[in-house]
């Protein structure tokens, strides 16, 4: 069991992994595969716009985060390029 609101948050990422996956399959294999997807856009959303956050992530740094997540395949570098751009510039 997850503590605090953990709970609330992983369902919410189920629920988010489930909506992005229905509406973005090209090259996603799973569902599981949207789920940790979104997790890491949340997690480097928080890292680029946190002004505590000195040392930013790169792009390299973000695709190599989401290596083997694609049911034990990775998602195309031109993809996890793109979305990391959109996040930073949001």
């Known amino acids: 069991s997850l503590p605090g609101e953990a709970p609330k948050i992983d369902r919410f990422l ?3 992994g489930e909506a992005y996956y229905s509406q973005n399959q090209d090259g996603l294999l799973t ?3 949207a789920y ?7 997690m480097l959303s928080a890292e680029l716009h946190n002004p505590k956050i000195k040392v930013r ?3 390299q740094q973000f695709i190599r985060n989401c290596r083997g997540i694609n049911d034990g395949a990775d998602l195309q570098q031109e993809y ?3 979305i990391y751009e959109s996040i930073s510039e949001s």
């Open 80 to 82: 996890l390029r793109k």
């Open 14 to 16: 189920q629920v988010l």
């Open 31 to 33: 569902v599981d595969c």
């Open 36 to 42: 940790v997807l979104s997790f890491s856009m949340i």
């Open 57 to 59: 992530m790169t792009p």
